[in-house]
């Protein structure tokens, strides 16, 4: 049976995730604050956290922090207000793997829930090329899985310059659905597509989960390329 911890203040929420881990078959231990939270973490090291961001005391970004310091590989998943995109951002650049918004969604935690264990699989599997480059036709796609962070720079831009290379003036950057992206990603990505923009290439996005794709509106992305749900819809597009 897989852990989960929940941490949040306000009992009906610890409640409502009570009844719908438990249904999923998570062992779900929860606690109403982030020292709480802490103490659990230690004594029963989940792979997974859910911790709400707005807390008396310690808040959700010590909690992450903490959390991170003790076990890098734990998935932490954020709640935050609705439209706290701010806080959002500033968590994934913390290594949050995820955020949901309050009140909180049935489908949003599935999908949230869904990727982190997917990404807790991926990390055993870490041999693998976090960024690669493949063509279909005369479109070159760029696979991006993983993480998308300040780490990622130099392979990023190493492949985008191979991309660009090809010189057929159609580059896909296809997202893993778990891939998660901070603050820095979303810069490092901002400043290929205006170099993209300059050279009169076509640049198109896809497979990013709701989240991702509701954040790249708001930072701005889509007056560079266009997004797209799936690579197939993404390469038609083209033509």
Do not use: C, W
């Not at 941490?7 to 231990?29: N, Q």
């Not at 205006?194 to 509701?214: C, D, P, T, W, Y």
């Amino acid at each position: 049976m897989d852990k989960i911890l929940i941490i949040d203040d306000e009992k009906p929420t610890l409640a409502m995730f009570r009844l719908f881990l438990g249904a999923y078959g998570y062992e779900v231990f929860t606690a109403e604050n982030g020292e709480e939270g802490l103490e659990v973490f230690e004594r029963e090291r989940p792979p997974i956290v859910v911790t709400d961001i707005k807390m008396p005391g310690m808040d959700g970004f010590e909690v992450l922090r903490r959390i991170k310091e003790i076990e890098p590989s734990t998935e932490v998943i954020i709640i935050t207000g609705h439209g706290d995109m701010d806080l959002a951002v500033k968590a994934l650049d913390f290594n949050a793997t995820d955020f949901i918004n309050k009140p909180i969604q049935r489908s949003s935690l599935d999908a949230a829930l869904k990727r982190a264990k997917e990404r807790l699989k991926l990390t055993k599997r870490r041999a693998e090329n976090a960024i690669s480059l493949r063509n279909a036709d005369d479109i070159v796609i760029i696979d991006i899985k993983g993480d998308m962070t300040s780490h990622s720079e130099d392979s990023l831009f190493d492949v985008y310059k191979k991309a660009s290379a090809e010189g057929t003036g159609k580059i896909l950057m296809h997202f893993d659905e778990h891939a998660s992206i901070n603050g820095a990603g979303i810069a490092i990505l901002i400043q290929l597509l205006s170099e993209s923009r300059k050279k009169n290439q076509v640049v198109a996005i896809s497979g990013l989960s709701e989240n991702f794709k509701k954040m790249f509106h708001m930072v701005g992305i889509t007056k560079f390329a266009a997004i797209y749900d799936h690579e197939a819809e993404a390469i038609a597009s083209f033509q």
